[in-house]
């Protein structure tokens, strides 16, 4: 309660804390809450070293006790305000300055400090980071891993689309843990005008697990969080908790003059502050008497100046170090070499050794069925997403497999298909190909968030065009690349058929040109040679990195050549530009 009392003692030795536990989420929840405080002593010494200061006074207690109970193990995704977990998990201070100071685009070391801790880089957008770890939580489970993933994210990202992804963590029984700090108000607009429902409910209409818990409240966080992990691992099901707590001043530095809070507020926030609870309980009986702590009001002041002190340095060091960072990265080709000449993902080279079974060359083939050809030969390590890619092999009718290969590898299921040209892919691969709800920002967000984790992913959209629902997962994965500095592999392939003919206007889509202005993305777009079909799909699955491969739809079925199984013997980048057919002037 606010005064510190405890209301269910034996709930709270249920949760088998020890003293230095309880010590231990103090002391995190005092270094999230000085860490802000000195950002904010830097943004008002000078703007120009933080020119977006966002942080979490009130909520750490939402942050820290739910960070406090998931494992190391466990991936997080977060919006830049959530900071707790980076205490929790002890990212160096130097570093957690110098990620501000960049401008959110950190060096290399700097994202190795964040990585190697799994937690994922600050997010700004709002409410992309929801797929992107539903997607990372799936990864887990399909690797066994015995991990989950979390995402934290405000009340207000309930309101973006990217939010009902959590309608894919129902159907497919995802391990995820969605934590929405409900801190109250937007930028300045309170939550009541906003919604009309309560945002635990919100979840419950998706069919999700939704808990109301107490954000102010360190132990109920850790207690909810708890449970919803053991939930997650045991049961694969995803749980979401709505913490209510306090956003104890303006949305952000930028805005902190818009609208004042009233004494009234200041009040309110005071008495629930989530550190003097934590405080009260600490120098109460109940806590000598179970745990062997004696806290008194003087060590809180020790504590404090002392974590004071090693904030203010360590923010000191990271602006030297900052600085000459940024100064370095004024010149564009110095920061391309650095970041393209590290870049070594893990999962390039996977289909290099790939043994084929079976016929390797067929005669004649058209792409719509080289393009099935080189998916099976990629699936045993790959996952395809996408929308009625399961039972008919895509509206396109690509997911699946010819009927002379059907016939040479797997002439048990020619009966299947006696009247087809084909064989759906889902029939050899029940658990690689599948079938996703009606939502291509949803399949782009969670198809990004499997390749995050490792998984290479291939997302199927039935027309170019209707990428553009969810065109800010395409930026957001080349975006990655940089901010990520070349440290980490995106293995994503984004399938699109294009195209101009007599179809309806909204399945018309030849004007590709977007997307050649968004660095760090890969164009892929085969043309008159249907060996390249394969060849530049399979590349692209190897290459580690966020490809676009563009698919003529008037060349499907018109067009017919050899297609000779086999690795791919370069990089998708060195396929170049060629020259199909001259055209006419």
């Given at each position: 309660l606010p005064d510190g009392s405890i209301t269910d003692r034996e709930l709270?030795?249920?949760?088998?804390?020890?003293?230095?536990?309880?010590?231990?989420?103090?002391?995190?929840?005092?270094?999230?809450?000085?860490?802000?405080?000195?950002?904010?002593e830097e943004s008002e010494a000078d703007p120009r070293r933080l020119t977006l200061q966002i942080g979490p006074k009130g909520q750490e207690a939402a942050e820290v006790g739910s960070a406090y109970a998931l494992d190391k193990r466990d991936w997080i995704f977060a919006y830049a305000r959530t900071q707790g977990h980076w205490h929790v998990r002890e990212v160096p201070l130097e570093s957690q300055f110098i990620e501000f100071y960049c401008y959110g685009t950190p060096p290399s070391f700097v994202v190795e400090d964040f990585t190697s801790r799994d937690i994922r880089l600050p997010y700004t957008w709002v409410g992309n980071q929801i797929p992107h770890a539903i997607g990372a939580a799936w990864a887990a489970k399909m690797?066994?891993?015995n991990a989950v993933a979390a995402a934290f994210f405000g009340d207000g990202a309930t309101d973006e689309g990217d939010f009902h992804s959590i309608n894919w963590a129902a159907i497919f029984n995802i391990p995820v843990i969605l934590i929405c700090e409900n801190n109250k108000y937007a930028i300045t607009m309170p939550t009541e005008v906003l919604t009309a429902a309560p945002f635990w409910k919100k979840a419950e209409a998706h069919g999700i697990r939704a808990v109301h818990a107490d954000g102010n409240d360190v132990l109920a966080m850790y207690?909810?969080?708890?449970?919803?992990?053991?939930?997650?691992?045991e049961e694969h099901k995803a749980t979401f908790i709505q913490a209510d707590?306090?956003?104890?001043?303006?949305?952000?530095?930028?805005?902190?003059?818009?609208?004042?809070?009233?004494?009234?507020?200041?009040?309110?926030?005071?008495?629930?502050?989530?550190?003097?609870?934590?405080?009260?309980?600490?120098?109460?009986?109940?806590?000598?008497?179970?745990?062997?702590i004696v806290w008194m009001p003087a060590d809180g002041l020790e504590t404090y100046q002392r974590i004071l002190g090693e904030v203010r340095r360590a923010a000191r060091d990271a602006y030297e170090k900052a600085a000459a960072i940024l100064e370095k990265a004024k010149d564009l080709v110095v920061q391309h070499e650095t970041i393209y000449s590290s870049f070594a993902p893990h999962t390039v080279g996977m289909f290099t050794h790939t043994i084929f079974r079976g016929q390797k060359t067929f005669e004649r083939v058209n792409p719509q069925h080289a393009v099935g050809l080189a998916l099976h030969d990629g699936l045993p390590k790959a996952v395809c997403i996408g929308q009625d890619i399961g039972r008919v092999g895509g509206v396109m009718r690509t997911t699946r497999l010819l009927k002379e290969a059907v016939r040479v590898l797997y002439p048990q299921y020619m009966d299947m298909i006696a009247r087809q040209p084909s064989l759906p892919l889902q029939v050899l691969y029940h658990d690689r190909v599948l079938d996703t709800p009606?939502?291509?920002?949803d399949i782009l967000g969670i198809g990004l968030g499997l390749a995050l984790k490792g998984v290479v992913t291939v997302a199927e959209i039935q027309f170019h065009e209707f990428a553009n629902i969810g065109m800010h997962h395409i930026d957001e994965a080349a975006r990655m690349l940089q901010r990520y500095a070349g440290?980490?592999?995106?293995?994503?392939?984004?399938?699109?058929?294009?195209?101009?003919?007599?179809?309806?206007?909204?399945h018309n889509g030849d004007d590709i040109r977007r997307y050649f202005n968004i660095p760090g993305l890969i164009i892929a777009c085969p043309s008159l040679v249907v060996q390249d079909w394969y060849d530049m799909l399979l590349a692209s699955m190897d290459a580690g990195l966020p490809v676009l491969f563009f698919e003529h739809i008037d060349l499907y079925r018109s067009i017919h050549g050899a297609v000779t199984r086999r690795s791919p013997s370069k990089r998708i980048e060195e396929f170049g530009v060629r020259v199909a057919r001259e055209g006419r002037h």
């Open positions: 709270l030795l249920s949760l088998g804390l020890t003293g230095k536990n309880l010590l231990n989420l103090y002391h995190w929840m005092i270094v999230t809450r000085i860490f802000h405080e000195v950002c904010k690797f066994g891993d207690a909810v969080t708890r449970s919803a992990r053991r939930m997650a691992i707590t306090d956003r104890q001043g303006p949305h952000t530095n930028a805005v902190k003059d818009v609208l004042p809070p009233t004494q009234e507020e200041m009040e309110g926030w005071k008495e629930r502050d989530c550190i003097q609870r934590f405080e009260r309980f600490l120098a109460s009986d109940l806590a000598r008497d179970l745990y062997g009606v939502s291509e920002s440290r980490i592999s995106i293995p994503f392939v984004v399938r699109m058929p294009f195209g101009a003919g007599e179809r309806i206007e909204g």
